[in-house]
């Protein structure tokens, strides 16, 4: 007697489906009613997280973002989102249309919420990170009015509000770089001193509501310099210092809002020029990806010594810069209630 693939035991059945790619879930949860049921129950989606990383291993999945178009919100105008910020296996997409305002989204479960921002001022910048003690994720926006002023305002996703936290900073001497990077629930900028000039690392911890020490970076710097963060499988921070023709990586092997250490992973001669951008990184095959402003993208592999760069498709963004598009993305089960 032949058994259908429906009428196998539930475990087996959970086996089965839990083998099947992560971009392949919304495929299985169309196919009938049970498997739809099975696929969101949350025993399940860890463990199909599990095996979905542990088959990845080394390999980073990469996002990439560009326009959303109002029937993804009822709105009568087409919404362009221009910056993605990455946390936990969510995603936060900053978007302008009617309003301004922000999208958080697991693209695992295909869940979202729409968040509209405080009043809008002539400087922001942004970061997303989650308090460790209860894993709840927060939304940070640094602002100036016209007067100067520094304004800081937190959303809490669990209370859907914005406060504003009693916070010393003292950003009339430092100014941001306009990427932040979240890692391990905190966010961290490559910073300057605006009378020195000096880079370094600054990061602010969403758990204490408070900004670190100013970290130091593993070679000198100064503003202007082409310096750029990632993160490797959210477990480590990299940066990459590109000087002419060279191109050197160093791996965080601690990083913690206040101390940090490096290791230099490898140097790099290229043979050819390219406007500097975003990067993703491979630290065990020595091999990156780095994102240019211009909408292309380059392969650079140092695994054997002998580096080649190969420019990939083009892809397009319009309006927006590439590198502010994409990043690392690890799928996670944590939920999103709206």
């Known amino acids: 007697m032949k058994t259908k693939i429906s009428n196998l035991p539930v475990d087996l059945l959970e086996e089965i489906l839990s083998r099947v790619p992560v971009k392949s879930i919304g495929a299985v949860r169309s196919t009938c009613k049970n498997w739809n049921v099975l696929s969101k129950d949350q025993r399940f989606a860890n463990k199909h997280i599990e095996k979905a ?14 326009n959303t178009k109002d029937d993804l919100i009822s709105l009568s105008q087409a919404v362009s989102v221009h910056h993605v910020f990455y946390c936990n296996g969510l995603l936060l997409c900053l978007w302008r249309g009617i309003k301004r305002g922000f999208v958080v989204c697991n693209p695992y479960w295909g869940k979202r919420r729409w968040i509209i921002c405080p009043t809008e001022r002539w400087y922001e910048m ?3 990170g989650y308090d460790k003690s209860c894993r709840i994720h927060k939304i940070l926006r640094l602002s100036k009015d016209d007067n100067i002023v520094i304004h800081i305002d937190i959303y809490d996703l669990s209370s859907d509000s914005w406060k504003t936290p009693d916070v010393a900073f003292h950003s009339n001497v430092i100014d941001y770089t306009e990427a ?5 629930g905190n966010t961290y900028w490559l910073a300057y001193d605006k009378e020195s000039g000096d880079g370094f690392l600054h990061c602010f911890d969403f758990t204490r509501e408070r900004f670190g020490l100013r970290l130091p970076l593993p070679f000198g710097f100064t503003y202007g310099c082409n310096v750029s963060l990632s ?9 990459l210092l590109k000087q002419f023709a060279i191109i050197d990586v160093w791996v965080t092997d601690k990083i913690e809002p206040d101390a940090v250490s490096w290791s230099k992973l490898f140097k790099v001669q290229l043979n050819c020029r390219f406007l500097f ?8 095959k020595k091999t990156f990806v ?34 502010n598009l994409v990043g690392c993305y690890v799928p996670s089960s944590v939920q999103i209630f709206s």
């Open 231 to 239: 993160s490797v499988r959210e477990e480590k921070l990299a940066v």
């Open 290 to 323: 780095v994102f240019d402003n211009c909408c292309r993208s380059y392969i650079i592999d140092g695994e054997s010594g002998d580096t080649y760069i190969r420019e990939v498709e083009k892809i397009e963004a319009p309006y927006v810069r590439l590198d």
């Open 180 to 184: 932040s990077l979240s890692l391990k």
């Open 53 to 66: 990383a542990a088959s990845q291993r080394d390999k980073e999945i990469l996002v990439i973002t560009v």
């Open 126 to 128: 942004f970061a997303f």
């Open 277 to 284: 951008g975003s990067f993703l990184i491979n630290e065990e």
